[in-house]
């Protein structure tokens, strides 16, 4: 991939040459700390790395700017009370806020001084012959790589910058880093008062490959996927960016402190991040070279020496960013970019070293990180309405408990709170519960039943006599608040589609988007009364039939037993909560299995309409227009006036919807279109079929009274189950309510400063924006730059895991996986065939053949159409009662969710079988020959 004879230029160990903007820009290896004050001019990280250079270990060529450079800009620039120590005093305040997006256009905006400038062009005319992916510019801050504080995905780095005009910007680019909001509240809660920005410039080395070495387990991770004298790397093909920031397939190498590889996971990588002749840019791996290891023996034998080397004198664990280099003697050649402590960031809000975070079921509506607007808005509804949703049900929610958090960006559950109010009610166990929605392993669930096992009952059975006939009469309502809440709701949403927004004065705007955030409030709170009512009725109808499972035979029984005693096999669902799931399948009406039903409708309309078929199998159609006229495009049309506030990540309010952007909704038609004929009702009857025969195999083993409980049960889990997924339609329907409420807001902010991009008002939070609003002066641009800078940040960070304990792990560990996976049993059946993997976002869904096994992060219900195409279903996240859940059972498609590691495991091509029963997918290798199913 990269030519040999154009290596990064770099003096032996490290040093540099006299030359004349050295007094300004200062060689790496002067930056060791040696005299009082140079921690604080060079930062930590170039004081780190010149120390190894001096020590003699490999890294690029490199530059540090001090960070008086910094001070200067900010006391000649910024006006009073806006630089980083009274904006630390203010973080987390409207004020500060409002200061530190001030501060950070005007840092941006002015001019370097003339000296530096004049540094700066010198370097580039002295290094850029020889730097032919041109400049690494990186913070270095004095709070940066430390013991205590690491400061680590916070600040701005920039690779591949060319030219002086392109330094100047990014020097500029890295200090206006320091005031985004997060990295002002990380130096808040670690109590540093004040801190310096030094840069850091270095020789961007061309590299084959590129990624992060873990010397050792950080303290508490240690165990059976990383053992205690084990070194880890993730490593992936070009620039080690994309490992970094969890952006791409990467490979996995665990290797012995004494030397020898331990396990090897190696991805299938199809695309390399590399500095091209218009800067940053993916380019295509060779098809010979996607399954092939990133890294060399060689190379691991480099990594594992300069670990031993970094750790002497008995410290340690080390985070290593590093790239291999190739020589011109065809030989590799390890260079260390960056080397800091492994130490984590501080804990989420409302959390402990104990509190149980998870994101494992929420993921599947609002994967990534969200944008400000929605995370505002999101907060908002979801801590109203679980804390409504409590009181409803007789439980007392402790005053300042935080329900939600925002880790990165993304949105995490705080289960320990949960489960401690849930504990209020008898028999309502960690266990139970999370058998029925997922998202925790064994270590969490022990853990949440230790935090829950002395929570008091007492309170809740006294309230019991005057609660529970309310919630009985609530629940008995419930159908009848629905159908009136659907009469206004709609009103509304009719009112607003006939509104001219552009005619409504600000204030007037702030109205309408007021009224539109308590509509949302409401559907929430209603979907939430409907989801209780749904979860009680059937965590009751899985004890019931736990009690009665053993009584049922079945021709498997055997190889169940033996599947028992495997100590792989899955322990968090009873027999009693599989069979709950198909005997509610086949719920019929049920709003989040209509787009995939009706979509598949058009696609056999389609294909009597020779002319609509050809033009959408050629690829001809990008928008509704491109098709003829004719009963294809008048059902789109009909489609999308019914389902086009949905989309892929709906839940994401900057996410177009189906509406506005018809893309993924013709590629689904396009592999709807490729798959034999097939009736959507038939996959509907598969789902109805299989609870009446569970249903009637019941019939010969229990007893009539028992047998009346059950068919009760089911009855109304089925009722409650639709009217929950009629309320999440509605919830789609407020939240593309309130996007065209945004984009008119948009508008006006682009009207007063033109220079925002389109879709700014995302980056603004929602009291921001009524605040704009109703002051009738909406200038809030500077705000919007600020935290839209600090959302490409949290973009670019790799997910934390689904659920953890404390803080967000600093190393994502390697995924433990063999033939055979391991996740939670969502919809009955057994199948084999091909996998797709699916990539995050829309592309490739046109792709998708008929029969293959969807395998995917997560699938939001945007994503269901495909469920009709596909043989069956894998995620890493979500729940058995997810709403995709759900909806793989209503289509009577086999489903496993919750599987570690599937889409690294699963590669597209590979032959896999699927037991949606037991919750297992197999991974078949070339020489095993499949048996049909």
């Known amino acids: 991939m990269v030519d040999p004879s154009a290596r990064a230029a770099r003096t032996p160990g490290g040093t540099d040459t006299p030359s004349g903007y050295e007094n300004t820009l200062r060689p790496l290896a002067l930056a060791f700390g040696r005299r009082r004050g140079d921690a604080r001019r060079f930062g930590g990280k170039a004081t780190s790395l010149g ?36 904006l630390i005093k203010l973080a987390g305040s409207r004020t500060g806020i409002d200061r530190a997006a001030r501060a950070r256009d005007r840092i941006q905006a002015a001019p370097l001084a003339a000296p530096l400038q004049a540094a700066i062009e010198a370097l580039w005319a002295d290094v850029g012959e020889s730097a032919p992916w041109g400049l690494a510019v990186r913070s270095s801050a004095t709070c940066e790589d430390g013991e205590e504080t690491s400061f680590a995905g916070l600040a701005t780095t920039l690779l591949g910058v060319r030219g002086p005009e392109g330094l100047a910007a990014a020097i500029k680019q890295v200090w206006a880093s320091a005031f985004l909001p997060r990295a002002i509240d990380y130096l808040a809660h670690h109590g540093v008062r004040d801190v310096a920005m030094a840069v850091l410039v270095q020789v961007m080395a061309r590299a084959e490959a590129a990624g992060v070495l873990f010397t050792a387990p950080p303290p508490g991770l240690a165990g059976e996927h990383w053992g205690e004298n084990e070194r880890l790397v993730n490593v992936t093909l070009g ?4 490992v970094v920031e969890g952006a791409m397939p990467t490979d996995s190498v665990r290797f012995a402190k004494a030397g ?54 008995g410290t340690g664990p080390f985070d290593v960013e590093f790239a291999v280099e190739r020589t011109p003697e065809g030989k590799d050649q390890v260079l260390l970019l960056q080397v800091r402590p492994i130490g984590g960031g501080g804990f989420p809000e ?25 995370w505002s ?12 949703a409590f009181a409803a049900l007789g439980c007392r929610v402790p005053r300042g408990a935080h329900l939600v958090t925002n880790v990165h960006g ?55 006599p005057v609660v529970a006939p309310r919630v009985l009469a609530s629940q008995a309502r419930l159908e009848r608040d629905v159908a009136s809440y659907e009469v206004e709701a709609e009103r509304a949403r009719r009112s607003l589609a006939e509104m001219d927004l552009g005619l409504l004065p600000d204030d007037a705007l702030a109205t309408t988007l007021r009224t539109a955030s308590a509509l949302l409030d409401r559907t929430g709170t209603l979907m939430l009364s409907c989801a209780s009512a ?84 050629a690829g001809k159609v990008r928008a509704l227009n491109d098709l003829p006229d004719g009963p294809t495009r008048r059902e789109l049309e009909s489609f999308l006036d019914t389902f086009g506030d949905r989309a892929v990540r709906e839940a994401e309010l900057s996410t177009p919807r189906w509406r506005e952007d018809p893309t993924a909704v013709l590629a689904m038609l396009v592999a709807a279109l490729r798959a034999p004929d097939s009736d959507p009702d038939r996959a509907l009857a598969r789902a109805r079929a299989l609870a009446d025969r569970e249903m009637a195999q019941l019939e010969t083993r229990i007893g009539p009274a028992v047998l009346y409980a059950v068919r009760a049960l089911v009855t109304r889990t089925q009722r409650f189950t639709r009217l929950r997924e009629r309320m999440r339609m509605w919830v789609t329907r407020v939240l593309g309510m309130l996007r065209t409420i945004a984009l008119d807001v948009d508008r006006r902010l682009r009207r007063i400063d033109p220079t925002l991009p389109t879709g700014a008002v995302f980056f603004c939070t929602y009291d921001e924006l009524i605040l704009a609003l109703r002051s009738g002066r909406a200038e809030i641009g500077h705000v919007a730059r600020l935290r839209r800078a600090e959302h490409l940040r949290d973009a670019q960070r790799p997910d934390p895991p689904p659920t953890f304990i404390g ?30 993997v699916l990539a995050p976002g829309t592309s490739g869904l046109d792709a998708v053949c008929a029969g293959e096994i969807l395998v995917t992060r997560t699938t939001d219900v945007g994503l269901s159409p495909l469920f009709l195409v596909a043989a069956a279903v894998v995620t890493e996240l979500g729940g058995p009662l997810s709403h995709a859940a759900i909806v793989a059972r209503e289509y009577g498609v086999p489903a496993v969710v919750n599987v570690p590691g599937a889409t690294v495991a699963i590669r597209t091509g590979d032959r896999v079988r699927v037991d949606g029963d037991r919750g297992t997918i197999e991974i078949f290798g070339d020489d095993v020959r499949s048996k049909d199913t």
């Not at 890294?59 to 806006?82: I, K, Q, S, Y």
């Not at 808005?377 to 409504?388: C, D, L, N, W």
């Open 534 to 617: 749904s979860l009680a009725s059937h965590l009751a109808l899985a004890r019931l039939l736990d009690r009665v499972a053993a009584r049922r035979s079945s021709a498997r029984d055997d190889e169940d037993a033996a599947l028992a005693m495997d100590p792989l096999m899955p322990r968090s669902l009873s027999t009693g909560t599989s069979l709950a799931h198909a005997l509610v399948g086949g719920v019929r009406e049920l709003e989040s299995a209509g787009p995939g039903v009706a979509l598949a409708r058009i696609a056999v309309r389609a294909r009597e309409e020779p002319e609509a078929r050809e033009c959408l199998l």
């Open 350 to 374: 409302g959390g402990d070293a104990q509190t149980v975070w998870s994101r494992a079921n929420v993921g599947e509506a609002l994967p990534g990180a969200a944008t400000p607007l929605t």
């Open 807 to 836: 803080r967000p792990p600093p190393v994502q560990l390697p995924p433990a996986f063999g033939r055979r996976l391991v996740g939670l049993p969502a919809s009955s059946g057994v199948v084999e065939g091909r996998a797709r």
């Open 260 to 313: 020898g590889v331990v396990a090897t996971v190696v991805a299938e990588k199809r695309r390399a991040l590399v500095v091209g002749p218009r800067g940053m840019e993916e380019v295509a791996i060779p098809e010979d070279r996607t399954r092939l290891p990133a890294l060399s023996h060689e190379a691991i034998g480099q990594l594992g020496e300069l670990a031993s080397r970094l750790e002497q004198g």
């Open 51 to 86: 120390r190894l250079v001096r020590e003699g270990l490999p890294v690029p060529r490199g530059w540090v700017l001090p960070a008086d450079h910094f001070d200067a800009l900010a006391e000649t620039t910024l006006p009073r009370g806006h630089d980083l120590p009274t």
């Open 410 to 464: 993304r949105f995490y559950l705080n289960l320990t709170a949960f489960m401690q109010i849930a504990a209020q009610v008898p028999l309502l166990s960690p266990r139970a519960l999370l058998q029925a929605s997922g998202g925790a392993g064994e270590a969490a669930i022990a853990l949440l039943e230790r935090q829950t096992e002395d929570v008091s009952k007492r309170g809740f059975l006294a309230r019991l």
């Open 239 to 242: 620039l080690g960016a994309p």
């Open 377 to 388: 808005i999101a907060r908002s509804f979801s801590e109203k309405g679980f804390r409504e």
